[in-house]
């Protein structure tokens, strides 16, 4: 056998420089291919998935999300200050009835000390 592949003389040295340059070749050849057929689908799995979270946060509607949610703060907060105002109402309501209950049950002692003083036989 010779030192190099320039140098080949018969085809047995020329299968033998072949299988030592080709097999390797074409070994890290076929690798690469089925690295690059993995990779792509890869890629394509890793796009569904992109275009599936892409799907689920892409606005549907022709108002942007912020200015959504500043619009139902906005609600929210005139809500609590409409309940604010609906409970102080309902305190002055409660605080009024309570005046009047105290002023009718005056007003019962009132006559019953009246009837008693009037008709100091009368039962009540």
């Known amino acids: 056998m010779t030192a190099g592949p320039d140098e080949v003389t018969s085809w047995m040295e020329l299968l033998v420089w072949l299988s030592i340059i080709g097999v390797p070749s074409i ?7 089925i690295q690059s057929r993995r990779s792509a689908e890869k890629h394509s799995q890793l796009a569904d998935d992109v275009q599936m979270v892409r799907d689920q946060v892409v606005n549907s509607h022709t108002t942007n999300l912020r200015d ?57």
């Open 27 to 33: 070994t890290t050849i076929i690798g690469l291919v």
């Open 68 to 124: 959504d949610i500043d619009a139902i703060k906005a609600h929210l907060v005139e809500l609590d200050r409409q309940t604010v105002r609906i409970s102080n109402e309902v305190r002055a309501d409660r605080e009024q009835s309570s005046r009047i209950e105290s002023d009718l049950y005056d007003h019962v002692r009132r006559a019953q000390h009246l009837i008693t003083k009037l008709f100091p036989g009368e039962k009540l």
